[in-house]
């Protein structure tokens, strides 16, 4: 098949569409690169030893989308482009609901203007809000927190309208944990634009010499050590989670699944975990909690094991050694002078 990948080129998208091409389908990449990097593009090509195609756009221009989804004859969309911020969905919700809502709203109807029926969703565990119970089923109360996991519930329940009507649309959403690592060849990893929202490259970051200290916000949570407890997941595996979805939609119409490990790993066990891959000590500084932080939040997996066939093949360990590899190969990120050779 031909897939449109919205957002290709970020950290996520480019580890998906490494999967897609090495599965043999094609790709077109639609990005703005508002938070994406040019040079993500060139690596996924050699990594997988064909360019792919780029299209420069924004996810809420209908019209070029589906130009795109035409004149590539594209059979499906993976929608990963989206503002992913929690804290500054807080400070600027109409800004996400403008990229996140109305951009996948445009989107969809492009997909009909063009009679494409597939569309794998990328959501998020953020839709769950605090957890009522342990680990979070995909049957839990949904009661998210943030303007951002609002967005993401919100286009699920819009998709979930659009397939009720529709009998012929044919969807996958897949609700993320926390993504880590970065690809084994070290070519293509986290590179945020700013300052990280995400534990890992805040510590390859420290690690590199690039920022003084992890700050660690809250260590009295009721957790084994006090600080919060996450489900972190490959990124590989996670995108290795889009390919069987992509699969899986030939033989179900609707599916709702989370994708992690099902294991709690502690923001101190990581940067024990983190440090014994760098061999480097990793300073850290408490903070007070932040508002709405959860103390734990991890997976049940059995759901995707069930229709998709998929499990986290990759450990913490892992996670750590090919994070530490992207960012001690690329210091500066994909703006690192040696990022071309």
């Known amino acids: 098949m031909t897939i449109m990948v919205t957002g290709g080129a970020g950290y996520i998208g480019s580890h998906v569409c490494v999967e897609l091409m090495r599965a043999g389908h094609s790709i077109v990449i639609f990005d703005n690169f508002c938070n994406s990097h040019r040079e993500?593009?060139?690596?996924?090509?050699?990594?997988?030893?064909?360019?792919?195609?780029?299209?420069?756009?924004?996810?809420?221009?209908?019209?070029?989308?589906?130009?795109?989804?035409?004149?590539?004859?594209?059979?499906?969309?993976?929608?990963?482009?989206?503002?992913?911020?929690i804290a500054e969905s807080v400070s600027d919700p109409i800004r996400y609901y403008d990229n996140n809502v109305y951009g996948t709203l445009g989107l969809v109807q492009a997909m009909r203007d063009t009679g494409v029926h597939k569309l794998v969703f990328s959501s998020s565990a953020t839709v769950y809000g605090a957890p009522v119970y342990l680990p979070l089923r995909e049957d839990h109360p949904l009661a998210p927190c943030n303007p951002y996991g609002r967005t993401k519930l919100m286009i699920e329940q819009m998709l979930g309208d659009l397939a009720a009507s529709d009998g012929s649309l044919k969807i996958a959403i897949l609700r993320y944990f926390n993504p880590a690592g970065a690809h084994e060849s070290g070519l293509i990893g986290e590179d945020p634009r700013g300052t990280p929202n995400n534990v890992m490259p805040f510590l390859a970051q420290v690690a590199i010499g690039r920022r003084p200290h992890l700050t660690i916000f809250g260590k009295d949570y009721d957790t084994p050590d006090g600080t919060g407890v996450r489900d972190y997941l490959h990124v590989t595996d996670l995108a290795v989670g889009h390919l069987r979805a992509l699969d899986a939609l030939e033989r179900q119409d609707r599916i709702k699944v989370n994708l992690g490990t099902g294991r709690g790993t502690s923001v101190l066990d990581l940067v024990e975990a983190f440090s014994a891959a760098c061999g480097k000590?990793?300073?850290?500084?408490?903070?007070?909690?932040?508002?709405?932080?959860?103390?734990?939040?991890?997976?049940?997996?059995?759901?995707?094991?069930?229709?998709?066939?998929?499990?986290?093949?990759?450990?913490?360990?892992?996670?750590?050694?090919?994070?530490?590899k992207w960012q001690s190969s690329n210091p500066q990120g994909y703006g690192d002078p040696r990022s071309s050779s």
Not at 40 to 69: E, F, H, K, Q, Y
Not at 298 to 316: E, F, H, N, V
Request: glycine share 8%; charged share 20%.
């Open 281 to 324: 000590h990793i300073p850290v500084v408490f903070a007070p909690r932040r508002e709405g932080d959860v103390a734990s939040s991890y997976a049940s997996c059995d759901l995707a094991q069930q229709i998709l066939g998929w499990r986290a093949t990759r450990d913490l360990k892992a996670m750590c050694r090919d994070a530490w």
């Open 40 to 85: 993500a593009v060139n690596r996924i090509g050699v990594i997988a030893g064909v360019s792919p195609t780029v299209i420069d756009g924004d996810v809420r221009d209908r019209g070029l989308l589906a130009s795109t989804l035409a004149n590539y004859r594209c059979s499906a969309v993976i929608h990963l482009a989206g503002l992913k911020s």
